[in-house]
């Protein structure tokens, strides 16, 4: 989203004017402000994508499919006796909101709209000539380094493998729990019958090691969650059917600072503080140390 976009505002639902008339999980539609002829809709891809050189192929997928379902809702509901699609990209082509959006233009005979395209031009044939195998040239290279379209089925298999990743991090985090109640039980249970404070410091130290061993299985799962929504959504190319969650992030830029760079690999070794804030982790953990605590004073007494 951007904040000073005001398609992004209609897509957030932060526009209580506009007359949205359809949204799914891909595009937004709605008219105009000032509509050329009444049925002028606008369709947005949700993302905040300024022109059509930055559209991903699974956006334009989802673009072209309500353009087609909305053209026909057009005819059904105002009768034109004919349809203009119309997309514009930067100053020259008359791109007023930096955000890419189609028209969807009915027309009848004498509306207001009037003639769109030049009634002669006088180019020289050796410059169409010319243009043409350029353009195709440009085609032919595109086409071969374009990777193929995302298939729904690979799409839904990728989610799998990382669905998968995500309930064996789960599950990884309940057993980490389980393996270490009979620890502290067993050392807490000497130490206050034994009276050795030792055993007590023991099971201190292996409850701070078990609370970092599932802090890393619960950020582990977030970001592998991140990965999830990321693909689910297709808010960014990721490549197919990868497991490293850093693909979810933007990356860095090459000139980025070395303390950005610093910072990320502390990261990567130490959860951040909302992770051990999390119900799953702080209440539990500080629970033990505390009783921990309180065995260690009673034994060294």
């Known amino acids: 989203m951007s904040e000073s976009c005001e398609f992004c505002e209609i897509v957030d639902h932060d526009d209580p004017d506009a007359r949205e008339v359809y949204r799914d999980e891909g595009v937004v539609a709605f008219f105009p402000t000032e509509p050329a002829v009444l049925g002028h809709v606008l369709i947005v891809p949700r993302r905040h994508v300024p022109d059509i050189w930055s559209l991903e192929p699974d956006e334009a997928s989802q673009l072209s499919r309500a353009t087609l379902l909305l053209a026909d809702a057009i005819r059904e509901a105002v009768r034109p006796e004919g349809l203009n699609v119309i997309q514009s990209n930067g100053d020259a082509a008359t791109q007023t909101v930096d955000h890419l959006h189609v028209h969807l233009v009915p027309r009848w005979t004498d509306d207001a709209m009037g003639p769109m395209w030049p009634a002669k031009t006088d180019y020289l044939e050796a410059s169409k000539e010319r243009a043409m195998l350029d353009v195709r040239s440009a085609a032919q290279r595109l086409r071969a380094s374009v990777e193929p379209p995302l298939a729904p089925e690979d799409r839904r298999k990728h989610l799998d493998y990382i669905q998968a990743v995500v309930t064996r991090q789960s599950a990884a985090s309940s057993s980490a729990k389980g393996w270490l109640l009979p620890i502290v039980t067993a050392t807490f249970g000497f130490a ?101 605590t309180g065995v260690l004073v009673v034994s060294a007494l």
């Open 192 to 292: 206050l019958t034994q009276g050795s404070w030792p055993l007590a410091a023991l099971g201190i130290v292996a409850v701070v090691l078990f609370a970092y061993l599932d802090a890393n299985y619960l950020r582990s799962e977030k970001q592998f969650r991140r990965l999830y929504n990321t693909v689910a959504r297709s808010s960014r190319k990721v490549p197919l059917f990868t497991l490293d969650p850093v693909d979810a992030d933007e990356p860095l830029p090459g000139d980025a600072p070395a303390a950005s760079k610093w910072k990320k690999a502390v990261h990567s070794y130490m959860p951040e503080r909302s992770i051990w804030a999390s119900w799953s982790i702080a209440p539990f953990y500080i629970a033990l140390l505390l009783l921990g």
